[in-house]
C-alpha cells in the first residue's frame, strides 16, 4: 500500500516523467499577463481611434480654410483684369490677392528699353582683342574686367563680361562682314553702363578700343540709350524701370505691349465665371461635410457602436462652437447686411447649414456690391476682414501654440506613448515573472527527482523484507 500510494502522488505531480516546467509555467504567465494586458490594449485601442479622429477633424478644419482662401482667389469666383486693346497693354491677376482699382484709363507714352552698344566688326568670335583690364560700371557699381593669354579673344572677352555678375549682357554676333561684340543692360533709365579704362586698369591699346563712357577713346557705338516706360494711369504720369509693372494697381500686373501716345485703353474686370451663389453653396456643402464628420465622432451613444471616438471631448465642442459663430460673425461694420446669417446662410439645429438661396436672391438684386466686399474684400480689415479671414482666424485660434485642438493632439499623443511604455513594462514584467517561475519549479523537479530516487529506495528495501518472509 505504501509502494502504491508513493507511486500515485509522484505520478499526480509529474514524478514519473519529470516536470513539464515549460508548459506550467507559459500557463502561469498567460494567466498573470492576460487581464493586464486586455486593460492596456483596450486603452490603446480608444486612444488610437482618438488619435485617428483628432488627426481627421484638423485636417478638415486646416483643409476647409485653405480650400475657402483659394477659392476665393481664383478668377473664376473674382473675375480676371481684362484690356479693351492687348496689342498695347494686358492684364492679368497676381497671387497676392484679389484685383483693385478698377475700371481705369492707361495711356502707353513711352516702353522701357535697355541699353545696347556694339563693336567695331573684327574677323571672327576668335581673334585676339587685346590684354589687360577694364572697368565696367553699372548701377550695381564697378566690375574688373581682365583679360589675359587664356581668354583673349572677342568670345573670351564677351564671357569675361557675362561672368562679372554687372548685369550686362555680351553677345558676340556674327555675319557675313565678320563679328562685333554687342552689349545690354537691364531696361530702365537707371541701368545705363560704361567701360572704361580706369588709373588702376592695365587694358591695351587695342583692349581699349572696347570701352564706352566719359573720356574714353574706344569705337564702341550706342544703338539705343537707357530709359523708363512712361504711362499715365486715369491721367496720373508714372514711371517703371521695366514693362512689366506690378505696383500700379493692387494685385494687378501690366504688361507694356506697345508705346500709343494719345491712345487710352480701358482697363477692368470681365464677369466672374461662377456667381456668388454657386460660391456660398460650395461653401455651405464644404462646411456641412466637415461638420457631418465631427458630429459622428462626438456623438454620444448608449452603447460602444454609437459612441464618436471624440464623445465628450472638449476641443471638439470648442471647434464646433467656433464653426457656429461663422454665420453671425460680422463681415462688415456698417450697411444693411453685415454677416452669413443676413444674406440667407441659416444654421440648423445639428450645427449643419443651409442658403435660402430666396433671401440671398433678393439680397443681391438690390446690394450686389455690399454682398461681394462682405464676402470678398479688396484688402481684408478689421472692419471688412471678409469670409475666407474668419475661417482663417478659426483655424488659427484653434490649431495655435495653445489652441484647443493643438493641446487635444498633444494630450492624445502623450497616451500614445504612456500606453506604448506601460505595454513595454509589463512585458519586462513578465519576463522577470517567467524567469522566477522557471527556476522556482526547476527546483521543484530536483526534490521530486530527490523523492522518486528515495521512494525507488524504499521499494527495493520492502521487496527485500516481504521476500525474506
Known amino acids: 500500500m505504501v509502494s502504491s500510494a ?40 480608444l486612444n488610437n481611434a482618438r488619435v485617428s479622429a483628432m ?15 483659394t477659392m476665393l482667389k481664383d478668377p473664376t469666383y473674382t473675375g480676371k483684369p481684362a484690356s479693351a486693346d492687348p496689342s498695347i497693354v494686358s492684364v492679368s491677376t497676381l497671387s497676392t490677392g484679389k484685383p483693385a482699382g478698377l475700371p481705369a484709363q492707361i495711356e502707353v507714352q513711352q516702353l522701357a528699353q535697355a541699353q545696347v552698344l556694339k ?18 560700371t553699372t548701377a550695381s557699381g564697378a566690375h574688373k574686367i581682365t583679360i589675359g593669354e587664356g581668354n583673349d579673344s572677342l568670345a573670351g572677352l564677351a564671357q569675361a563680361i557675362n561672368d562679372s555678375g554687372a548685369g550686362v549682357t555680351a553677345t558676340v554676333m556674327s555675319d557675313a562682314s565678320g563679328s562685333r561684340l554687342v552689349l545690354k543692360g537691364a531696361t530702365g533709365a537707371d541701368n545705363s553702363f560704361t567701360l572704361t ?51 500700379a494697381l493692387p494685385n494687378v500686373q501690366i504688361d507694356l505691349n506697345k508705346a500709343a501716345p494719345g491712345t487710352k485703353v480701358a482697363l477692368g474686370m470681365d464677369t466672374p465665371a461662377t456667381s456668388i451663389q454657386d460660391m456660398l453653396k460650395d461653401f455651405v456643402s464644404g462646411y456641412n461635410s466637415m461638420r457631418g464628420a465631427l458630429n459622428s465622432v462626438s456623438a454620444g451613444g448608449q452603447n460602444a457602436s454609437a459612441t ?82 474668419i475661417v482663417t482666424d478659426v483655424n488659427d485660434r484653434l490649431q495655435g501654440k495653445d489652441g484647443a485642438l493643438t ?59 516481504t521476500n525474506k518472509e
Open 197 to 247: 579704362k580706369e588709373a588702376d586698369d592695365t587694358a591695351s591699346a587695342d583692349l581699349e578700343r572696347f570701352t564706352f563712357g566719359s573720356g574714353s577713346n574706344g569705337t564702341m557705338a550706342s544703338t539705343q540709350d537707357a530709359r523708363n516706360a512712361i504711362i499715365r494711369l486715369d491721367g496720373v504720369e508714372m514711371q517703371f524701370a521695366t514693362n512689366t509693372v506690378k505696383e
Open 55 to 69: 488627426a481627421s477633424a484638423i485636417s478638415s478644419m486646416s483643409t476647409f480654410s485653405t480650400t475657402l482662401s
Open 407 to 465: 493641446v487635444a493632439k498633444a494630450k492624445y499623443d502623450a497616451l500614445t506613448k504612456s500606453y506604448a511604455e506601460q505595454m513595454e513594462k509589463l512585458n519586462t514584467q513578465m519576463e522577470n515573472y517567467e524567469e522566477r517561475m522557471t527556476a522556482v519549479y526547476a527546483r521543484l523537479g530536483t526534490q521530486l527527482n530527490t523523492i522518486k530516487a528515495t521512494q525507488s529506495y524504499m521499494e527495493q528495501q520492502i521487496s527485500v523484507w
Open 119 to 136: 563693336s567695331e566688326t573684327l574677323a571672327t568670335s576668335g581673334t585676339a582683342v587685346g590684354q589687360g583690364s577694364l572697368t565696367l
Open 308 to 389: 464618436g471616438a471624440l464623445a465628450g471631448d472638449s476641443s471638439i465642442r470648442e471647434m464646433k462652437s467656433r464653426l457656429s459663430e461663422l454665420t453671425t460673425t460680422e463681415l462688415l461694420s456698417d450697411g444693411p447686411y453685415k454677416s452669413l446669417s443676413d444674406i440667407g446662410v441659416k444654421t440648423n439645429r445639428d450645427g449643419t447649414l443651409t442658403l435660402d438661396t430666396d433671401r440671398l436672391k433678393a439680397v443681391m438684386e438690390t446690394s450686389p456690391d455690399i454682398v461681394e466686399r462682405m464676402i470678398n474684400p479688396a484688402t481684408s480689415t478689421d472692419d471688412n476682414p471678409g469670409l475666407a479671414k
Open 6 to 45: 508513493g507511486s500515485s502522488i509522484i505520478s499526480a505531480l509529474g514524478g514519473g516523467s519529470g516536470l513539464n516546467t515549460t508548459s506550467l509555467v507559459a500557463d502561469l504567465v498567460s494567466a498573470a499577463r492576460g487581464p493586464k494586458q486586455t486593460a492596456i490594449t483596450d486603452k490603446q485601442s
